[in-house]
């Protein structure tokens, strides 16, 4: 193989001239491969400083086909009869000998020849390989720190007891659990990066942050008392110390001060005994219409002989109108937050059907939501105040309005055209002073069609009897 500065034995043969161009070219290039007309390897000049010298070894005689790869050759024959003015080509050298390496090729013609002028891509491949693995291993480091994330917010947010960590540094809220937002009475989203002082009154940022340190650092466990600013509570607060991303943070456990568990349980057990012993049916959904707990009070309304037969069940199916009711419901106490006088009727387990009136509210609990509905009989008593105007024509609204729910669309409308009828024909037969004829120009009817109506809705009768 002639390299870089010898053109082997038979150089005689090889003009001064053509010796300095390879010479040249060796030296500006990696690897420069003279083709001649039948596209076998004539010349080989490998630059000794591109370490290509040794993988070239043997290419000289050889059918430039066997040392490139498969795909590699079918670009290269594409362009060996029209070498001039294309781009550089990428091809892989590989073959039974060498191993498969990529080199960037420039084809020019020469003398009849094909000149091939290579730049050894190893480097740039070894560099492009070295980014993959580290885009790799960024990769790992991030579905780690992702996996790691969802771990610390699982156990912050389903541990019941109120945690917030502050940085010591700024006296700034760094993160806290729904149960601390909850006790400090704000959103976490309003409450996060918030100077902790501001949330406890009578303390300023230095003195607070200091008493935290103090009882971080103290070997015996102890507790600061502190109010609530937004909330008026009375909680005591026991911190830890530890350093994260160069910064030293304060674990705080927040708690009811004794005299405020007082208050809470006293308050817990009023509720539990309105949960227990009211008059009103009570019962608690998931976010999904699932009954999580009833009381005795409903189990009555809906006939059902024991929670088991409730807990856990679908709500809708004590609806009359089943999951359409139960959307309605859902979808109106989400958006608004709560919701009042939704009439309906409930099934109850041995085929009957009460009316009752619905009240609903949304809240929290431990990130999840709760529905708590309070259902109450409307036959006992109708808490929705009907029009109170005097006349017959009310009543017949009356009706209509209690046809929602229980009716279809259509049968509703029907009821209303025929009561919108009847009042304007009325009320034409009082303007004419009772003069059919003048009532039916009025109404831009003919006499036999307002004839016809009278008769329909019985006007003609009641006229005769007021006659009489």
């Not at 053109?7 to 690897?31: K, N, Q, Y």
């Not at 103090?214 to 502190?226: E, I, P």
């Not at 006939?303 to 856990?312: E, F, G, K, L, N």
């Not at 009532?439 to 004839?451: G, I, M, N, P």
């Amino acid at each position: 193989m002639k390299r870089h500065g010898d053109l082997g034995s038979d150089a005689g043969a090889v003009s001064g001239e053509v010796r300095a161009v390879l010479d040249l070219l060796g030296a500006a290039s990696d690897l420069v491969l003279v083709i001649g007309p039948d596209r076998v390897v004539e010349s080989v000049v490998a630059n000794p400083q591109s370490g290509l010298a040794g993988l070239a070894v043997g290419w000289e005689g050889r059918p430039l086909q066997s040392l490139f790869a498969e795909d590699s050759w079918a670009k290269l024959s594409a362009r060996l009869d029209q070498p001039d003015g294309g781009p550089a080509m990428e091809l892989n050298h590989a073959g039974p000998i060498q191993y498969e390496f990529p080199v960037r090729y420039t084809l020019r013609s020469w003398q009849g020849k094909v000149l091939m002028m290579g730049r050894d891509l190893r480097p740039l491949a070894e560099v492009q390989q070295q980014l993959v693995l580290a885009h790799r291993a960024i990769g790992r480091d991030h579905e780690a720190q992702r996996e790691l994330e969802t771990r610390y917010r699982v156990l912050m947010e389903e541990n019941s007891f109120p945690l917030m960590i502050v940085s010591e540094t700024t006296g700034r809220i760094v993160d806290l659990n729904s149960s601390a937002a909850r006790l400090l009475g704000a959103a976490r989203n309003d409450l996060l990066n918030a100077p902790v002082a501001q949330e406890f009154d009578g303390r300023r940022r230095g003195e607070l942050i200091e008493s935290l340190s103090r009882n971080a650092t103290s070997d015996a466990t102890s507790y600061l008392d502190l109010t609530v600013r937004r909330t008026a509570q009375r909680v005591k607060i026991n911190a830890k110390l530890f350093r994260a991303a160069r910064d030293r943070l304060l674990l705080c456990r927040i708690g009811l001060s004794e005299s405020a568990q007082s208050q809470e349980s006293d308050r817990s057990l009023m509720l539990q005994n309105l949960f227990e012993k009211g008059t009103d049916a009570i019962v608690f959904l998931d976010g999904n219409g699932t009954i999580k707990a009833a009381n005795e009070a409903f189990l009555n309304l809906t006939d059902s002989h024991s929670q088991s037969v409730v807990i856990d069940r679908a709500f809708s199916d004590f609806l009359s109108r089943g999951a359409v009711d139960l959307k309605v419901l859902l979808d109106n106490v989400k958006r608004l937050g709560h919701l009042r006088h939704y009439r309906t009727r409930l099934n109850t387990d041995y085929m009957g059907e009460v009316s009752v009136e619905l009240s609903a509210s949304l809240f929290q609990d431990r990130g999840k939501q709760i529905i708590a509905i309070v259902a109450r009989d409307s036959v006992l008593k109708d808490s929705i105040v009907w029009p109170s105007a005097p006349g017959a024509e009310n009543e017949g609204l009356r009706n209509v309005m209690r046809l929602v729910g229980y009716s279809t669309l259509k049968e509703i409308v029907d009821e209303t055209t025929e009561i919108i009828e009847k009042m304007c024909i009325e009320a034409a037969l009082e303007m004419s002073g009772n003069n059919r004829a003048a009532a039916a120009e009025l109404l831009s009817l003919s006499r036999q069609s307002l004839y016809v109506k009278l008769r329909k809705f019985g006007i003609l009768n009641k006229e005769s009897s007021d006659q009489a």
